[in-house]
């Protein structure tokens, strides 16, 4: 009896080593796939659909062994949604592999469930909500000619709600009311948006508390603002133009980094009304 348990546990142990090795292989397979996506995304975008069935397979073999629940993988967990994320979003503009995308919104939560004040794990979301919006905004923008994904039609609305003269007074301009934004776009555009500017201000806030908030934040939570506000109708969308200068002076002002020639723009023509 002794010697079976004996073997028996021998038996155990040395499947468990065996399982352990066969998962490392898988991971470490998966990480190749990553760096291939990472390479296509990078230089050679137009050949994404070659690499898709291997992408599935990866996401396949990390929901199989759970992957993402191990806190002590973090840095390997980032790195892998991350290029997975990446590659989903390869052209926003025209849409995302949708279940690649959703997987990565899934994975960013459960890392999150370990992490809940981390800026990369925060960004990371906030990127992955900014990015599904890009489709809807291309949408709008094709359909109503209203530039709103790359800022062009916050020219007036921002105007109508900042351009105060030095003399004028704010109680006195009544909103405008825009019935094209209560349209099912900018409905969708909106449920999108939300959760970006939210996941990016948690990012901001978790940033500055621990002293390492970069221009690059800033910019993206910019962004986020910047969108929202743009398919908000007035005077709600006041706030969101106003979090959106904020956020670029404080970014214009983070050492060793310059806002791209858009937002310095951006800056420079509406920051002097905020």
């Not at 986020?224 to 133009?241: H, I, K, R, W, Y």
């Amino acid at each position: 009896m002794a010697s079976r348990q004996s073997g028996s546990s021998q038996h155990r142990r040395h499947s468990s080593r065996s399982t352990n090795g066969d998962s490392e292989d898988v991971i470490e397979q998966t990480k190749q796939v990553i760096t291939s996506l990472d390479d296509v995304v990078s230089n050679r975008p137009h050949q994404w659909e070659t690499y898709l069935a291997s992408a599935r397979s990866a996401v396949t073999a990390l929901e199989r062994l759970h992957f993402f629940r191990d806190p002590a993988r973090f840095a390997e967990q980032v790195w892998i949604i991350q290029g997975l994320q990446d590659y989903a979003y390869h052209d926003a503009d025209t849409g995302c592999i949708e279940d690649i995308a959703e997987f990565c919104q899934a994975s960013w939560l459960r890392v999150l469930r370990n992490f809940p004040e981390n800026v990369e794990v925060l960004t990371g979301l906030g990127q992955n909500w900014l990015q599904r919006a890009q489709y809807t905004l291309a949408r709008i923008h094709h359909e109503e000619g209203a530039d709103l994904s790359s800022g062009g039609s916050q020219a007036g609305d921002i105007e109508d709600l900042l351009s105060l003269e030095e003399d004028a007074e704010w109680e006195t301009v009544p909103p405008h009311p825009d019935p094209r934004r209560q349209g099912p776009l900018y409905v969708e555009a909106r449920g999108y948006l939300q959760p970006a500017v939210d996941f990016f201000s948690r990012a901001v806030q978790s940033a500055d508390s621990l002293g390492i908030t970069t221009g690059d934040l800033l910019a993206a939570a910019a962004e986020s603002q910047m969108s929202l506000g743009n398919v908000t109708a007035p005077p709600a969308d006041e706030q969101f133009f106003t979090q959106a200068i904020w956020y670029l002076r404080y970014a214009a002002a983070t050492p060793g980094y310059s806002l791209s020639i858009y937002l310095q723009q951006y800056l420079d023509d509406y920051g002097r009304y905020v």
